[in-house]
Every structure is written in C-alpha cells, then in structure tokens.
Nanobody
C-alpha cells in the first residue's frame, strides 16, 4: 500500500489556473498508472487525467486541452496543471495509484473551488 497526499487546491476565479500535487510515500515508477479523479457534490467520482508508467496520458473531453498531468519519478510526485478553469470544475480532486497487481490506493482529496 502507498500513502498519497494531495495538495495545491483552493479558491480560484473562472479562467484561472491551479497546480495540484500528489506526493507518494514510495517510488511511483513501479505503478502501472496514476491518475486524478474528481467528485462534485451529488455526482459520481470521475476521471480527469491519467498517466501510465511509460508516460502515456489520457483525458476526458471535458478537460482536454485545459488540464495536463505529469509525473516526476525522482520526487515521487504526480502533478495536475489546470488552466482555463470553469465553475463546473469545482470538486474534490483525488489522486489514485494502481499497481501492476491491481491494488488501488487513493489520497484524501483536495478541494478545488472555481468561483468569482
């Protein structure tokens, strides 16, 4: 099991940017993939970005072109750069790690609020 700690959330105006960080308690190089998910009140948790150990990324259409996921294996950290933020991006953002054996770990989440 790995401990994941998200940070970087907060309040931002529409059109603004934020960078989220997910620090892992052990080397992320050995995980099959890592991703960012979000959950708004009354809605299901949804994928916003994922990156494989080989660096292949995946985004849903709702964030494509606005969000960028990256990983720094040396720092055991995954980032989510968010730009052109919209009120509908408001949610709790969670980091997820999936091992090659199928084990899944989640962070505790960080709140992102987009509002004027």
């Amino acid at each position: 099991q790995v401990q994941l700690v998200e940070s970087g959330g907060g309040l931002v105006q529409p059109g603004g940017s934020l960078r989220l960080s997910c620090a892992a308690s052990r080397r992320i190089f050995w995980f099959k993939d890592m991703g960012w998910y979000r959950q708004a009140p009354g809605k299901e948790r949804e994928l916003v970005a994922a990156i494989t150990s080989g660096g292949i990324t995946n985004y849903p259409d709702s964030v494509k072109g606005r969000f960028t996921i990256s990983r720094d294996n040396a720092k055991n950290t995954v980032y989510l750069q968010m730009s052109s933020l919209k009120p509908e991006d408001t949610a709790v953002y969670y980091c997820k790690a999936t091992s090659y054996s199928g084990d899944v770990s989640w962070g505790q989440g960080t709140q992102v609020t987009v509002s004027s």
